[in-house]
């Protein structure tokens, strides 16, 4: 999105004349010797006083560093990339000890250290806070509703740091599945296993929710569980983080290999920092994602999420809706989970911190979610660059308010699993613009083939989960008890019966029968036009289908076909379809030596009335009403690459909307 730079407000001296006629009588210390045809520099965009920031010294940005011993004799420090920071001598105010370096010969820039605060407020804690993996959880809620579970059907996270810039990380009671990388305390300039222990939480929580430890059996779960997480601490005991220290994190983090920065913590009309934003810049072009919360008061989005490098994040509630306190406007790129205060613990966001879980509401918590879910993509897509995983983010979002991009809530609320999808599509066509629309309604199943687990997905949403039948099992949906809602439906090899069930839910099957030969294909549809499913047969040794309206009956199995017909060659494989929208599923089949499609529009012998050509070789095809216009149309699923493509025409082309489901399933369409 196209962002407009802020405006540095005009530097304002505050001094009255009598005032700065006695300072100049008092001695100005010697900072450090420069070149005689050094050109004087400039203030920086931190420049109004009446910000937070450090009163004891000022941020100096020189030509050419300076001795050390000039340096230590001025009690200057390192900040980095040619950064300093200079004591304010006594009697000076520290904006105009900053104009004042601002004038001389050699100096760059000079301008406030600017402190930051943290954007939440933890007020319950939790005796046992569970993550609970269902459809309506009462704690962890906040993952569900980012559809990490999609994302988990393909990474979790490993191989990514994480880096905290925060009041530090703990390990907690539930702890990181990974250790600690390269901790570090920027206050204080320490490196090393507990330089950036929490005394707060606030740290803790963020990071718990970008990368909690997950299926260990205690506690909840962070999005990216796999994820190394790298506290690095840039709050003091006073409770601020100054721009320096912030700057100075940063630099570590780049340092020390972390590909996603979480920085949850800003400041409302500051102006902005130019030490700051030269550290982002340097992070942004060594290739880092960096997430910033915009700001717990609904004004503009804070300072540094308004920076045009990184993703700036407001919070949604449980309600789905954008919170209340959540900042807005330029500078905003998406929403994602934060939480909000109510007499009910369950509608904050509750992750492990010092202490146990504690329920937390804010924008940091946004920030937290959405740094997880970068982890997500680049575990996925390790060489994927910057520019992409963010625009990956926000191409996929869930759009909220009109159309596009809008001030309360930026391009949409996250959505983790159509996220690595959107990136997976950015990678094969090699760009960094949206590819294709993430946004379907099409229903269909994945079914885990080793597991008997299926996913009932909405476009690339996963709405519901849930244990059916055994593992190689051969699974189909249909609608067997004429309520509208397809269900699902297996056949099992082994015993030779079709099982059917009326909810889309774990339980046994409600409808059991005998099935066919050993070796028949299971077709599921609306033959008669009746408005109910029922289970037909395709015969691959005869090419011939056997059409049933009625259900079977246990071991008596389906009976007499009503009626049979030959369509196709052996070999090739069967589906059924409502090609012209009147009502009756009539044959389809795909030919794998080719790759061409053949539908009939009646439920009798003869030729082909669409054929087209359509997949690639290894294909396996399923059907369904991916935009709902009433007639069927194809889906593929690719087990190579674990994709699938659904297409809104029966013609040759492109498909229109492309989900990652993962390996080794099984798809099928459904109207659930």
Request: negative net charge.
């Amino acid at each position: 999105m196209t962002r407009v730079p802020l405006t540095p407000k005009p530097s304002i001296r505050r001094l009255a004349v009598a005032i700065l006629a006695f300072a100049i009588l008092l001695p100005i210390p010697a900072v450090w010797a420069t070149e005689e045809s050094a050109v004087p520099g400039e203030l920086g965009q931190a420049r109004d006083e009446t910000a937070p920031h450090d009163p004891s010294h000022i941020l100096v940005k020189m030509a050419a560093p300076p001795t050390t011993a000039r340096a230590q004799a001025t009690g200057t420090e390192e900040v980095g990339a040619g950064w300093f920071e200079m004591p304010v001598p006594a009697g000076w105010e520290p904006i105009d000890w900053a104009e004042e370096m601002a004038g001389r010969p050699g100096v760059e820039v000079a301008e406030l250290d600017l402190i930051l605060t943290k954007q939440a407020s933890p007020p319950f804690v939790s005796s046992d806070p569970l993550y609970a993996n269902s459809a309506d959880p009462s704690w962890q809620w906040h993952l569900h509703a980012a559809n990490v579970g999609t994302a988990w059907l393909s990474t979790v996270g490993a191989g990514v740091t994480v880096a905290v810039l925060d009041t530090g990380v703990n390990d907690g009671t539930d702890g990181f599945c990974r250790p600690f990388v390269a901790e570090y305390n920027a206050v204080s300039d320490i490196a090393g296993p507990g330089a950036a222990l929490d005394t707060d939480g606030h740290g803790s929580h963020v990071a718990g929710s970008a990368a909690q430890c997950s299926d260990n059996d205690i506690g909840g779960a962070g999005m990216a569980p796999e994820a190394s997480v790298m506290p690095v601490k840039v709050f003091s005991s006073s409770g601020g983080a100054s721009t320096s220290d912030v700057a100075r994190g940063i630099d570590w983090a780049v340092a020390n290999g972390a590909r996603v920065i979480n920085m949850s913590f800003g400041c409302s009309d500051c102006g902005g920092s130019t030490t700051l934003n030269a550290a982002i810049d340097r992070a942004f072009a060594a290739g880092v994602v960096m997430v910033v919360s915009s700001g717990n008061s609904p004004v503009d989005v804070f300072y540094p999420a308004n920076h045009p490098a990184v993703l700036g994040v407001g919070a949604t509630t449980r309600g789905g809706n954008v919170a209340d306190y959540s900042a807005r406007g330029l500078g905003l790129d998406l929403v994602a989970p934060g939480g909000e205060s109510s007499n009910s613990p369950t509608t904050f966001i509750w992750q492990d911190t010092i202490g146990g879980y504690d329920g937390f509401a804010g924008t940091s918590m946004a920030a937290g979610h959405l740094s997880g879910a970068a982890a997500l993509l680049i575990s996925r897509f390790p060489s994927a660059p910057a520019v992409r995983v963010k625009n990956a983010l926000t191409c996929s979002a869930v759009d909220m308010g009109s159309p596009g991009w809008d001030e309360q809530s930026g391009f949409g609320r996250l959505d983790a699993g159509r996220a690595v999808e959107q990136l997976r599509l950015m990678m094969d066509a090699g760009t960094a613009d949206c590819v294709g629309v993430a946004n379907s309604s099409a229903t269909f199943a994945s079914i885990q083939t080793n597991a008997g687990f299926w996913r009932l997905h909405e476009g690339a949403a996963q709405v519901a989960g849930f244990y059916y039948g055994n593992p190689g099992d051969f699974g189909f949906m249909g609608d067997w008890d004429c309520d509208g809602i397809d269900t699902p439906g297996l056949y099992r090899q082994t015993d030779g019966y079709v099982y059917l069930r009326n909810s889309n839910t774990q339980g046994v099957a409600d409808v059991s029968f005998f099935f066919g030969n050993p070796g028949d294909i299971p077709l599921a549809g609306d033959f008669d036009g009746d408005g109910c499913d029922t289970v037909s047969i395709y015969r691959p040794s005869e090419g011939r289908y056997y059409i049933i309206d009625r259900l079977g009956s246990g071991d008596r199995g389906l009976g007499r076909a009503t009626r049979a017909f030959y369509f196709g060659n052996p070999g090739d494989a069967p589906f059924m379809g409502d090609w012209n929208g009147d009502g009756i599923d009539t044959p389809g089949l795909r030919r794998p030596s080719t790759g061409f499609v053949y539908l009939r529009h009646t439920n009798t012998q003869g030729i082909a009335d669409i054929e087209y050509f359509y997949g690639d070789p290894g294909d396996v095809v399923f059907t369904g009403d991916w935009d709902s216009d009433g007639d069927d149309t194809l889906g593929l699923y690719r087990p190579s690459t674990g994709t699938v493509y659904l297409r809104n025409t029966n013609s040759t082309g492109i498909a229109h909307f492309t989900f990652g489901v993962g390996g080794g399933m099984q798809a099928v369409g459904g109207d659930f």
